[in-house]
């Protein structure tokens, strides 16, 4: 334990006297927290053009019922299809509608009316955010024809769904607690990528290999440090989130901390890994980002990993964010508890006992 301790002070006053260090743990998290956390993910006022052939009462109260979406805003009236599918070449429309001349003689007879929409797929997010909005507001018209058509009081099958936990579907609620194992992804890494590769570019590796310590316990000693460091980051990350952007934390704040120490050990360890076979801090960087990347496209944040080949959803498994994401948007969002958490917290738990086998395996290669 005295080795361990007396690496650790070493590695903590390296740390402290490294300015850059820090600043790269502490205000680019914040930055780029801020930077996603104000991003919107949900399409608002997609510019729209119209041809209404029949300007009546009832095309006016169509086009009135698309802009209460909030979805799509009218920017745009033309008199030609050429001019309507200009508006969608040239930019200046993400949708653009076709009202017949005949709609309201068919709406009002109880006949079907059928209304062109064109949407520019070229930007799949806003595509199908205004494809749902056209779908919900023809959807709600014909139940409403057809009732009326019936004079029926009910449907048949009344479903009334309830969203739980974010019914507002605000974009921040679920991309923020998923960006906190993102954040602590590439920091944890790349902070330990270059502890044992500085000793190496500054001659002091022999004294290190001469230490009366175990390699296990150099790597817990080099680890504590950034440990507490990216401690301090998470705490700072989570007062953001709830103050800042409004994020409710539903569930037990100590077990997210808890939980979130297993998670960061084995960053931590990933990255002593990485820096033990590294021969330069710019090698140690390149590996980091080089896994770190592809690690973060499969986990889950960016992609469904139910979307990913069979092989990569198998891989995925393997990877530390996959498990922490879950138990982030778990405890964060749904309030979830250990025992509904206990499988990703075991899997991040033999995630991080491996790592830290392997760094200290590593290590003693390196210094053998």
Not at 43 to 63: F, G, H, K, N, Y
Not at 156 to 177: G, Q, T
Not at 191 to 204: Q, Y
Not at 290 to 297: D, K, M, Q, R
């Amino acid at each position: 334990m005295h080795g361990i301790v007396a690496v650790f002070r070493k590695e903590l006053a390296q740390m402290m006297r490294d300015g850059g260090t820090v600043f790269f743990a502490l205000a680019v998290p914040v930055f780029e927290l801020i930077l996603f956390g104000v991003i919107d993910m949900t399409a608002r006022d997609i510019p729209m053009a119209v041809w209404d052939q029949s300007r009546t009462e009832q095309s006016r109260q169509l086009i009135t019922r698309m802009e209460n979406t909030s979805y799509v805003m009218v920017t745009r009236r033309v008199s030609s299809r050429r001019e309507l599918e200009r508006a969608i070449v040239s930019g200046q429309a993400g949708v653009a509608i076709e009202i017949p001349p005949d709609y309201a003689r068919r709406i009002i007879g109880g006949r079907p009316a059928t209304v062109l929409a064109l949407i520019d797929g070229s930007d799949s997010t806003i595509a199908s955010q205004a494809l749902a909005a056209i779908n919900g507001v023809a959807l709600s018209g014909s139940i409403r024809e057809l009732l009326a058509a019936a004079k029926r009081d009910g449907l048949p099958l009344d479903v009334r769904p309830i969203m739980m936990f974010n019914p507002d579907m605000r974009s921040a609620n679920l991309l923020i607690p998923g960006l906190i194992a993102i954040l602590l992804t590439f920091s944890g890494t790349m902070l330990s990528a270059f502890s044992i590769v500085k000793e190496r570019e500054r001659g002091t590796l022999e004294q290190l290999m001469v230490t009366p310590v175990s390699p296990v316990g150099v790597v817990l000693g080099k680890i504590l440090p950034y440990l507490g460091l990216a401690y301090v980051e998470l705490v700072i990350v989570l007062v953001l989130m709830t103050t800042l952007f409004h994020v409710p934390i539903h569930g037990s704040v100590l077990l997210l901390l808890g939980l979130s120490s297993v998670y960061l050990l084995a960053l931590l360890s990933f990255g002593i890994l990485i820096s033990a076979r590294a021969k330069s801090q710019m090698e140690a960087m390149q590996k980091a980002m080089g896994l770190t990347l592809p690690a973060i496209f499969l986990s889950g944040y960016v992609f469904p990993i139910s979307s990913l080949p069979a092989p990569l959803q198998i891989f995925s498994k393997l990877i530390p964010a996959t498990h922490f994401i879950k138990i982030a948007r778990g405890i964060i969002i749904r309030g979830a508890t250990f025992t509904d958490l206990w499988p990703n917290v075991a899997a991040l738990l033999a995630i991080s006992t491996v790592l830290i086998i392997l760094s200290a395996g590593a290590f003693r290669k390196t210094v053998s």
